[in-house]
């Protein structure tokens, strides 16, 4: 049985004041959840939340960092700075950042091989856009996506693994995605796996589906077979909407 994993990306929101409000306020409306919470802060929010998170059961997570274990790359961030801080998850492939960073396939399995040296699980984001969804693409897109960013790793790393489907035209859009897209995307995702690797592997990845998530929409997601959580972005900046979207979560 796979644990769900509900994580908030934050994105460029939130101060350190902001931040530990937030986690004062929120860590004690899910101290019973059965499922994996997590918040994906900003670098400068990442030293408050990991202060504010110790005796909760909420995990640290951060956006982004570099491929390389250090050196000379002026404003980046290693894995080893962000495990010394408290960080268990870290996203890499977002689109965002495959759009205005130029982040690719390759990039990510460089940063998932280096996350999972520093014992740091990766978020790894995968999804079309909405030319791409409208010409029929978005299974061709997505495995390809997938297989790139898994070169190198084993099936234990990959079995570790979270990989969100999170379809372009649905982020930041109210958007969502109808649940049949939903979970046939999800499972397409588990499949790759599965080629690629093996039945067990494939069954032990934990798949989120991301893209205007909201709690009016979360419970049918989470009713999918192949869906094991959300990677929300907008609904996670309040209180009130993230903790009705870990109630909600079942
Ligand atoms: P929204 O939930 O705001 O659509 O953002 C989704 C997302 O990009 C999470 O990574």
């Known amino acids: 049985m796979r644990k769900k994993v509900i994580a908030g990306n934050w994105k460029m929101n939130m101060l350190p004041g902001d931040t530990i409000n937030f986690i ?5 409306l899910v101290k019973d959840t059965e499922h994996e919470v997590i918040l994906c802060v900003p670098y400068t929010d990442i030293f408050y939340a990991w202060h504010t998170l110790e ?13 390389e274990e250090k050196g000379a790359y002026t404003g980046e961030i290693s894995a080893e700075m962000l495990k010394s801080m408290g960080v268990e998850y870290v996203i890499i492939g977002h689109s965002e950042r495959r759009e205005y960073y130029a982040e690719t396939s ?28 409208d010409a029929g693409k ?12 898994l070169e190198g ?32 995307c999800c499972k397409l995702v588990r499949e790759t796996v599965k080629s690629l690797y093996d039945e067990a592997t494939a069954e032990a990845v934990r798949i989120q589906y991301g893209g205007s998530v909201k709690p009016n929409n979360i419970k049918e997601y989470m009713a999918c077979e192949d869906i094991d959580g959300a990677l929300i972005g907008g609904a996670s900046l309040k209180v009130d909407s993230f903790k009705e979207l870990v109630d909600a979560t079942k």
Request: overall charge negative; some cysteine.
């Open 24 to 28: 004062e306020q929120f860590a004690p």
């Open 55 to 67: 005796g909760t059961n909420i995990h640290l997570g951060a956006q982004n960092m570099h491929w």
């Open 106 to 133: 390759a990039h990510c399995a460089a940063k998932a091989k280096r996350l999972f040296a520093a014992d740091i699980t990766p978020i790894l984001c995968v999804g079309e856009t909405e030319a791409e969804y």
């Open 138 to 149: 978005t299974a061709e897109v997505v495995s390809t996506e997938i297989k790139e960013s």
């Open 153 to 184: 790793l084993t099936s234990d790393e990959v079995s570790r693994l979270v990989i969100a489907y999170e379809p372009i035209w649905a982020i930041g859009t109210g958007k969502s995605a109808d649940v049949e897209t939903a979970e046939k």
